[in-house]
């Protein structure tokens, strides 16, 4: 059964674990916030030495969230910054890079290939694969729009640098590059994704042998997934993505829906 950690916090189980993976939007954000008690963790885990990761499936490069993270007021940390976006930016240039692609994404994703943007076309007619970050600005609630525009191109491959299927900004739930993808894959399109569940990401963002590591994240299909099949431990903020959901049904009955399993649980991440 798993441990609620809200009366006694982070610190109570906090020597059992070597490395830890942290979400950042849901965790440490929720897209126009920090969240104080967050960053209180950050710095006790950074007294103790403990090594963590803010792991986030942000479909840009590890300098435009840190940017970003800036502009919020973090004010430090950054090197433990790593992204989807990261992730796949490594397997583009190194497998992709002479390939014509499309974009499927707005305009803030462009850094995301900066170093190859001559590759970019402009009709989806003329690409090699599809690179989708998100949505387009003026078609970002409308998926439908997506599956007109691909059912043409499913023998293309599909990079999707966000696995996750929707983000709260605020207290505006938005689709996530994640949906995008699985209107692809309905049409038996391929798409090879990079970010949380999928393995890569952990192991190319940090040594993970030999060490005892926790997740924590707000999303049961990507970071509690992705503990899972990394065996790791996890700790489920229940204030995130699926507030909702807990707030309605028993959080036991949450977990079992996406067929998930979870060591921890916490409201807000506090030390």
Not at 118 to 126: A, D, E, P
Not at 162 to 183: H, M, T, W, Y
Request: with cysteine; aromatic share 12%.
């Amino acid at each position: 059964m798993a441990e609620n950690l809200d009366e006694f916090g982070l610190k109570s189980i906090v020597d059992n674990y070597d490395l830890f993976f942290i979400d950042i939007w849901g965790v440490v954000h929720n897209g126009i916030n920090l969240h104080n008690n967050s960053i209180e963790v950050l710095e006790n885990l950074s007294n103790l030495n403990k090594k963590f990761v803010l792991l986030t499936n942000a479909p840009r490069p590890n300098s435009t969230v840190v940017n970003f993270l800036k502009k919020m007021g973090l004010n430090n940390y950054y090197e433990n910054v790593f992204t989807s976006g990261e992730a796949a930016l490594k397997y583009l240039v190194k497998n992709l890079k002479d390939q014509k692609f499309f974009h499927i994404g707005p305009p803030r994703d462009f850094d995301l290939f900066k170093s190859f943007e001559k590759n970019k076309v402009s009709s989806i007619k003329n690409a090699d694969y599809l690179l989708c970050s998100g949505l387009f600005d003026e078609y970002e609630g409308d998926l439908n729009y997506y599956k007109s525009l691909f059912l043409d191109h499913v023998h293309k491959k599909m990079i999707c640098t966000n696995p996750d299927l929707i983000v709260d900004r605020g207290n505006k739930r938005e689709f996530c590059a994640g949906s995008v993808a699985q209107v692809f894959k309905e049409i038996k399109g391929q798409v090879i994704y990079f970010g949380k569940p999928y393995p890569p990401v952990y192991n190319l963002s940090s040594d993970t042998k030999n060490k005892k590591i926790l997740c924590i994240g707000d999303n049961l299909n990507t970071d509690i997934k992705g503990a899972n099949i990394q065996n790791y431990d996890c700790l489920l903020i229940t204030g995130g993505i699926h507030r909702q959901e807990i707030s309605k049904y028993k959080l036991s009955q949450v977990v079992e829906k996406y067929k998930v399993n979870i060591n921890y649980f916490q409201k807000d991440l506090k030390w």
